[in-house]
Each structure stands twice: as structure tokens, then as C-alpha cells.
């Protein structure tokens, strides 16, 4: 067995059924093989933004967005299942994901909801009714969003997704709560201002899972301090591998 074939045999198998986890495996080695390639290039995009637009960071310059607008940057795969399972032990019925890109942490999310319905275990809200299951992802590249939803429909997860178009700081307004569970997987500039506008959907005991809060601890401290505010809204853990996650509980 080699080395990677005996790492991989240590972790617990996919959550996913067979037809999701065909269409992811395919992404994450797509995401994976973009990323391996990425470096060199991300180092040109900021010096190139930094030049003309007065900024190291790509995601905020025209040079650095037409780049990146086909990047996958997918979730990885432990995270992923990590929050399929999160949404499973609350019985999540209505997720918001701030950030789509392909579709990939989608349809684990999208998974968890239906399985939920399935089997009975998302829960009622306060006024004990059963509102719509959805997984409300939120992307802003038209490309990307085509992409999603081809992969999505050939996950089988369709019916359990609605994907909103444009710049989430306009479309999140429009989802209805109550929100059991929100993925933070987004260009970080619009990680605080996605969690803002989604907290008072959130119900108690909701969580919030955001990606790479440890490698990115500078550029995500707003976001950060806001989510450990002992006066604030959220009690907070930090998992610490593979660049990190934050997890959140709405109080
Ligand atoms: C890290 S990727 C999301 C990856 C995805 N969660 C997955 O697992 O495949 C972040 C995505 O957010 C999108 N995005 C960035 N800023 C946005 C905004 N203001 N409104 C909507 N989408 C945005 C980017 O185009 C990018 O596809």
C-alpha cells in the first residue's frame, strides 16, 4: 500500500452516497490540481494588483477577480464532511453557504438536508412548524453558478438547493430565517458582512463554520473578534488543522 492509499485507508469514509461522491471526487482533484499550479501566479496576480490597484489582495482588484473567476478553491473534503455531519447532529433544514463557487461544499450541505427530511431528524422550529428544507448557496460569477447547478443536478440534490446570483450582500437579504447552519467559505472581505446580514435568521443553537480563520488570522480579524465577543451573539471553538475553521453557536 503507498503512503497516500494508507493515509487515506486512516480517515473515516465519505458521508456522501455514490452519485454525490462521484461528482465531488471529480471537483476536489480539479480544485487540488488548480491549487498545486496556483502559487507562482497568485504571487504575479498581487504584485500586479498591488501595482495598479493599490492592493496585495487579489480578491479585490479587477486583475485579481478575471483571474480567479474560475477557480475552483473547493472546501476540502474532511472539512466538508465535517460540516455535513455538524448540519446532521442538529438536524439542519435551512443552510445558508456564503460562497458556491462549483458547487462542492453545496451538495454535502444539500446531502445533510435531504437526509435530515428522510429520516425525520430536522427539527421543528420555535412555532413548531417545518419550514422549506433549502440549502441557500450564494454565488456572483455567472460561470460558476452554470457549473453548480450541472453539478448539483448530477449530485440529485436539485430539489434541496436554491442558488442565489449576484453579489451576496444584496441576495442574502432576501432569504427568509429561521437558519439552522451557515458555511463561511468566501472571498475574506465579505466573511463579516455575509455573517451580519444572516445572524438574526439564525436560530439558538445554530452554527457558523468558517474556513482558514488560523492561516488567514490577520485578514480575518474583524470577523474573528466579532464571533469571540464574550458580549456578542456566538461562543466560539477553533479547530486548528489544515489552515483552521472556526465553529460558531448562535446563543
Ligand atoms: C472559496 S470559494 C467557495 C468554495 C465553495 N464553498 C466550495 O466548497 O466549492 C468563494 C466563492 O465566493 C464567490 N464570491 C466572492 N465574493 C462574492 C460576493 N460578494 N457575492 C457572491 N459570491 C462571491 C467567489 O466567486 C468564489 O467562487
Redesign the pocket.
Known amino acids: 500500500m503507498t503512503e497516500r492509499a494508507a493515509r487515506t485507508a486512516a480517515y473515516a469514509p465519505s458521508p456522501l452516497d455514490d452519485r454525490a461522491r462521484a461528482v465531488v471526487d471529480r ?1 476536489h482533484a480539479h ?1 487540488r490540481r488548480q491549487t498545486r499550479t496556483a502559487l507562482a501566479p497568485m504571487l504575479a496576480h498581487a504584485v500586479t494588483s498591488r501595482l495598479r490597484e493599490g492592493t496585495w489582495d487579489p ?1 479585490r482588484s479587477a486583475d485579481g ?1 478575471a483571474w ?2 474560475d ?5 476540502d473534503p474532511h472539512k ?1 464532511a465535517l460540516c455535513h455531519q455538524l448540519c446532521r447532529a442538529i438536524g439542519a433544514r435551512r443552510v445558508v ?10 451538495i ?1 450541505l444539500a446531502a445533510a438536508v435531504r437526509d435530515n427530511v428522510a429520516d425525520g431528524t430536522s427539527l421543528p422550529h420555535q412555532d413548531g412548524g417545518l419550514p422549506e428544507a433549502r440549502v441557500f448557496g ?4 455567472p460561470a ?1 453558478v452554470a457549473e ?1 447547478r450541472a453539478n448539483i443536478a448530477a449530485a440529485g440534490l436539485s430539489e434541496h438547493v436554491d442558488i ?1 446570483v ?4 444584496e ?1 442574502l437579504t432576501t432569504v427568509q430565517g429561521p437558519i439552522d447552519f451557515m ?1 463561511v ?3 475574506i ?2 466573511a463579516l ?2 455573517l451580519r446580514i444572516v445572524t438574526p435568521l439564525l436560530r439558538p443553537g445554530a452554527l457558523v463554520v468558517c ?1 482558514n480563520v488560523v492561516s488567514g488570522r490577520r485578514q480575518y480579524a474583524d470577523y474573528l473578534a466579532h464571533v469571540r465577543d464574550p458580549a456578542g451573539p456566538f461562543t466560539s471553538v477553533t479547530l486548528p488543522g489544515h489552515g483552521g475553521l472556526e465553529v460558531s453557536r448562535k446563543n
Open positions: 471537483l480544485s480578491t477577480k480567479l473567476a477557480k475552483l478553491v473547493a472546501l466538508a453557504e456564503a460562497g458556491t463557487s462549483y458547487g462542492v461544499s453545496t454535502y450564494t454565488e456572483h460569477e460558476k453548480a442565489l449576484g453579489d451576496l450582500r441576495t458555511l467559505d468566501i472571498w472581505p465579505m458582512p455575509a474556513d
